[in-house]
């Protein structure tokens, strides 16, 4: 098939690009300024009206992975509008123009924080969505404008819904993880008794390539994992494994950890740490029979592997 992956500059996309080359598609990569990726389409900044026509033509599917995600001391005045016309007018924008020129299946990279914040039961896909940040609201917005231009074009819609994705070239808060656990620093972490699901980079990129290529994912909604939740203690382990070093986990209540970051103004990071967020990806594996390639072991190996 003829893809065209926006965002294909990106951490996720480079690794998709790759994977379809390899399964033998022609991808063309939607980047937002030059990165020397072969045959990529320069689109700059995104929004409602982006015209995308020269990158579309003569394609079969669409992977959009272009997002405005979570930006690090940034206060913008309005940031619903922001993260919106990202979001949610330039995905809906780039669906139409490829609705209207013919290609089958549009296949849009959604956050499973469209099903929440976390909780302790594990979320699955018939959850009522219950978005609360700005960047969560925006790509819960793009999936239900999705579903409209589906009913109204015939264009096949794919949502996948993935959790924490980690991998080689991993940033912000899981690489500050590999680094801490590398120094040899003590966390105290190891009293916390909570789920939480990642994703590792090539089980990502496989569920995607299965789903442009599956007849049965038309129409569908998507959770993923790697299929192993783990407290964060067990997480820490499993990095320490990675590395060759030792896991320093000093058993500090999990209580104490939300008082404290209470206190520093860090409540959200400490929540993500103590709280539990995990899935039941059952619904890919039973529809599309797809199993992660990799172990969350494979995943760190190749993580730490830099």
């Known amino acids: 098939m003829r893809i065209l992956a926006s965002g294909a500059a990106g951490f996720v996309g480079r690794a998709l690009c790759s994977q379809l080359s390899r399964r033998g598609h022609v991808t063309i990569p939607a980047v937002r300024r030059e990165s020397r990726l072969a045959g990529e389409f320069v689109v700059g900044d995104i929004d409602g009206g982006t015209e995308w026509s020269a990158a579309l033509a ?38 139409r123009q490829a609705a209207e020129v013919g290609v089958k299946r549009f ?4 956050t499973i924080k469209v099903n929440g914040e976390g909780r302790d039961a594990a979320y699955c896909e018939t ?3 219950a978005p609360e940040d700005a960047y969560a609201i925006s790509k819960w917005e793009a999936e239900q404008g999705l579903w409209r231009i589906a009913r109204e074009t015939g264009l096949e819609v794919v949502i996948l819904r993935p959790p924490l994705v980690y991998g080689p070239g991993v940033k912000a808060n899981f690489r500050r993880l590999l680094d801490t656990v590398e120094r040899g620093w003590p ?30 994912a038309a129409g569908q909604t998507f ?13 820490v382990r499993a990095v320490a ?46 529809r599309l029979g797809w199993t992660p390639p990799y172990s969350m072991a494979d995943g760190l190996a190749a993580t730490v592997a830099r």
């Not at 190891?190 to 390539?209: P, Q």
């Open 58 to 95: 003569g394609c079969d599917a669409v992977v959009h992975l272009a997002a405005r995600v979570h930006v690090m001391h940034d206060i913008p005045t309005d940031p619903h509008a922001l993260y919106r016309a990202i979001n949610t007018d330039a995905t809906l924008n780039l669906a």
């Open 107 to 110: 296949l849009f990279i959604s």
């Open 127 to 129: 959850d009522t969505p």
């Open 187 to 216: 966390l105290p972490l190891g009293a916390i008794e909570n789920r939480r699901s990642l994703l590792y980079l090539g089980n990502f990129v496989d569920a995607i390539r299965l789903c442009i290529e599956h007849p049965a």
């Open 223 to 235: 959770l993923i994992d790697d299929g192993q939740p783990v407290s964060t203690p067990e997480l």
């Open 241 to 286: 494994r990675a590395l060759g070093r030792p896991a320093r986990l000093i058993p500090v209540p999990a209580r104490a950890l939300m008082l404290a970051g209470a206190i520093v103004g860090k409540r959200s990071a400490v929540d993500r740490l103590t709280g539990s967020l995990w899935v039941d990806a059952s619904l890919i594996r039973e």
